[in-house]
């Protein structure tokens, strides 16, 4: 989802990633669209947690 410039999102992680090694598979992203600059916000280990996250955090996605 795009805000103000800024797009929002969940992806996997890749393997490896330092915090894929520690049981997460997913991660928040917020990229700055203007500069490019990418960063992780937040890491999940299951699709619950994601739930949870989107359903608090709107700009990710849509509440359920």
């Known amino acids: 989802?795009?805000?103000?410039?800024t797009e929002y999102g969940?992806?996997?992680l890749p393997e490896n990633c330092m915090?894929?090694?520690d049981g997460y598979r997913f991660g928040a992203y917020k990229k700055d669209l203007t500069t490019g600059e990418?960063?992780?916000?937040?890491?999940f280990k299951?699709?619950?947690?994601?739930?949870a996250f989107v359903?608090?955090?709107?700009?990710y996605g849509k509440q359920i």
């Open 1 to 5: 989802m795009r805000v103000n410039g």
């Open 10 to 12: 969940i992806s996997y």
């Open 19 to 21: 915090a894929y090694s």
């Open 38 to 43: 990418t960063h992780v916000t937040a890491f």
């Open 46 to 51: 299951t699709e619950d947690e994601i739930q």
């Open 55 to 59: 359903n608090t955090n709107r700009e």
